[in-house]
């Protein structure tokens, strides 16, 4: 799968709402976010923006218990 393709196509967008989503500021700073999606993503790059994003997406539906109407921005964008 063209994941890091998927994801560098999007950086712009996802980088926001990932560097201040909670769940994800536990684990890395906001600021180390943000740099991730700023530079184009090799293998081990878009492996672990993947992973921050598919965290971030389970946190809000399995921790938070946030239904998952509509795409990804929008699943990210509500609160």
Do not use: C, N
Not at 41 to 67: C, D, E, I, P
């Amino acid at each position: 799968m063209p994941i890091g393709a998927w994801l560098d196509a999007r950086a712009k967008r996802l980088a926001p709402p990932l560097a201040a989503d909670e769940a994800v500021a536990e684990l890395v700073p906001p600021g180390a976010v943000a740099a991730l999606f700023r530079s184009p993503l090799g293998k081990h790059q878009a492996f672990a923006a993947w992973t921050l994003l598919f965290y971030a997406l389970w946190y809000r539906r399995h921790v938070r218990g946030q239904r998952a109407d509509g795409d990804v921005f929008e699943t990210l964008g509500a609160r």
